[in-house]
């Protein structure tokens, strides 16, 4: 029987710090830690004693690939402390920035970190010297993304427009209808990717995940919806602490979050579109079938296909939105601070992501707690490469590497989003 | 991000003086530093914008330019403050100078990934900054301080050398 080591010191072509460690002893894996070395953040504690309106514009320091994720968490949280809602335009705007950013996000992923896995280069400069016209519209899907964010929320990265209760300033509608022809452009760009991708090679690999994404009655699930997952949980966004926890582990500066009931579970593209498929915009459900892509996919190599699917969703339905679109009288919704617990899940790219704040009658954040979608991914992500090693533990060494590394990148982590939440752990003697 | 702090360029003749950097992050902020001090002279024919350094955006922005200076700060096995130019035309921009950032997709790879799709601009100027200090704040530390006026003095050189006018006005 064979022992062998593999180390990946670091994980190239994720966005933060992070390395891998396998052991196999015997010719069983022995152990599979996603290291996770980034430096915690700290941003819980940076937000109490901070006024509610601040809390947009300080999470989505958290990334800057997802900043519209972590400001959409935040609005829709405190919106739910202080008993408001946003509808109409202005939640439909919100939805636009959320899938602009859908968009340039899933785009970067396919194109520049995740595609030259499958064609074997390292990089994404290196396949760009093979398939110039490849990464052209890669970056050109990116920015089409940048453009809808930047739009509607004053600039691409960490937009300065979001506010608790709607925006600061409302967009004209000329500013949003030269944007349709783009996003059209888009669509097809994005129906091109799908046939693109599904013809990748893909590992025979597969796995019974707990899928656990947002579900709306109308909507493929962005802003909103309940918490559920393919093996029957199905509780509203402010349950979320009664059903899932977290967890240090040594080896990550991330906490790892299990369901209370059930362990492990994954979130992101694939168990978005596992469990909405039939919510997705009659040009991306063609895409899929076109592509072969059936409703439930369990191959998360494949991830790859959703996000292009998801991409080709997220332009159709942006356009439709710019269509419907009329300013409406005021760019907000007045909200009162009152002392409360607010709650939010919205679907981040990467999958849930889960904020709760206290707040007291002034409105000062009293306590804060997030949960990003990596965070929930990382068992996950260590449970595949467990699996995957040990039923292709015949691989030469270089592919087989080659390949967890990718099986890393099936879920796109962001190790900088996730490593914000850490409790420094004081050991006294 | 980017950040528009000087004149519009009109033509491809002209240059383009990007800053990269972090404002809050010290030394990170030294690209920013250098292109302000060089938007105050007030050059025609010469657009100066602050970019996080975002590679895509990179790409996107120096297209249309004829002459590109680029001021970020590095990591190299050098003294702090010490002063790194490259030209992107002639040879390739050493990736590990200027991959300090957990951003995927920075400086080095947009240059290589501009010539890959031949997007690079007739001319790219690189400058790069020996950082010492990280940290959160907005000075920079007294070694990256006292580089910015040569910083400034060569992209100005490359400037007037580029055709621009230079005039002050």
Sequence with gaps: MKSKTLKVEYLARVEGEGGLYIKVKDGRVAEVKLKIFEPPRFFEALLRGRNFAETPDITARICGICPVAYQMCAVHAMESAFGVRVGGQLRALRRLIYLGEWIESHALHVYLLHAPDFLGYEDAVRMAGDHPDVAERGLQLKKIGNEVVAAVGGREIHPINVRVGGFYRLPEKRELTPLVGRLEWAREAAVETVRWVAALPFPAFERDYTFVALRHPEEYPVNEGRVVSNKGLDIPGEEYDAHFEEEHVEHSNALHSVMKEGGEYCVGPLARYNLNFGLLSPPAQEAARTAGLDPVCRNPFKSIIVRSVEMVHACDEAIGIINDYEPPEEPFVEVRPRPATGYACTEAPRGILYHRYGVDGNGTVTDAKIVPPTAQNQKAIESDLREFVSRFLDLPEDKLQWQCEQAVRNYDPCISCATHLIKPRIVRE | ?169
Aim: hydrophobic share 45%; no cysteine.
């Design chain 2, 1 to 169: 991000m980017v950040e528009a702090i000087g004149k519009k360029f009109r033509a491809k003749k002209n240059v383009l003086v990007i800053g990269v950097g972090n404002a809050y992050r010290s030394d990170d902020a030294v690209g920013l530093v250098a292109a302000r001090r060089i938007a105050e002279k007030g050059l025609t024919d010469v657009e100066v914008v602050n970019q996080t350094g975002d590679g895509a955006a990179l790409i996107e922005l120096w297209q249309d330019a004829g002459t590109v200076i680029l001021v970020d700060i590095v990591q190299a096995d050098a003294q702090p403050g010490s002063i790194h130019r490259f030209e992107a035309g002639v040879r390739p921009v050493p990736e590990e100078y200027f991959h300090y950032s957990t951003h995927l997709f920075g400086v080095a790879e947009a240059v290589e990934l501009a010539r890959a799709l031949k997007k690079l601009p007739p001319r790219l100027i690189v400058y790069g900054v020996k950082g010492k200090d990280l940290s959160p704040g907005t000075n920079l530390s007294p070694e990256v301080e006292a580089a910015v006026p040569e910083v400034v003095d060569r992209a100005l050189q490359d400037i007037h050398a580029a055709g621009a006018t230079g005039e002050l006005h």
